[in-house]
């Protein structure tokens, strides 16, 4: 059975009246790893967020059959937010597990870098149990080292069955995965807006 379906799908903001992208077909197996490409506001965001159960206005069929509390979201991580006086070191270890990555011990959250602040975060992605993951430009501010030990991580966590949706500009990472790759096109006819 697939874990997700979607047909004909696309979502629509509130308040505007056409979809953000061109409908969408395609399901998704366990195991395996679906890319979202497209260019910046085309709405694969907004589609990681829906998949996470943060629910839109949507045309087409959707069904998934993973229970949202075997969903792990990771949004992307901007420098401002999540102002914190926490070490990282704490954040890691609100899980039990074993890390993905060596975070420094004393670093202040506040004054860490976008970095190692993904890097925190994904340690805590990858203690959870889960069905499915997402991830939301998994890249964004790690280093050629730390990115190819996300690969294998999700490419470990991917032959325990574990499902990956991401987002990302570029695939180049990911050539020595076995993955779908959905490219999301904004609908011409969708009115601008700010997502």
Do not use: C
Request: glycine share 6%; charged share 20%.
């Amino acid at each position: 059975m697939s874990l997700l379906e979607f047909k004909n799908f696309s979502i629509r903001l509130r308040g505007q009246k056409t979809s953000l992208f061109e409908p969408l077909s395609f399901h998704m197996d366990p195991g395996s790893l679906l890319i979202l490409t497209g260019p910046n506001g085309s709405g694969k965001s907004t589609l990681l967020k829906f998949i996470s159960g943060q629910r839109q206005s949507y045309e087409g069929n959707f069904q998934n059959h993973v229970p949202l509390e075997k969903v792990v979201f990771l949004p992307q991580v901007l420098r401002s937010q999540f102002l914190l006086p926490i070490q990282l070191n704490e954040i890691s270890q609100l899980l039990p597990g074993e890390s993905l990555y060596h975070v420094s011990e004393k670093s202040l959250w506040s004054h860490s870098s976008g970095g190692e602040r993904q890097k925190t975060l994904l340690n805590l992605v990858f203690r959870k149990p889960a069905d499915l993951i997402l991830l939301d430009e998994p890249f964004n501010h790690l280093d050629q080292d730390a990115q190819s030990l996300l690969v294998s991580a999700m490419e470990k966590r991917m032959s325990q069955g574990t499902s990956f949706v991401l987002s990302s500009h570029s695939l180049e990472g990911f050539k020595n995965l076995n993955f779908q790759e959905i490219s999301i096109r904004k609908n011409l006819n969708s009115e601008e807006r700010s997502l």
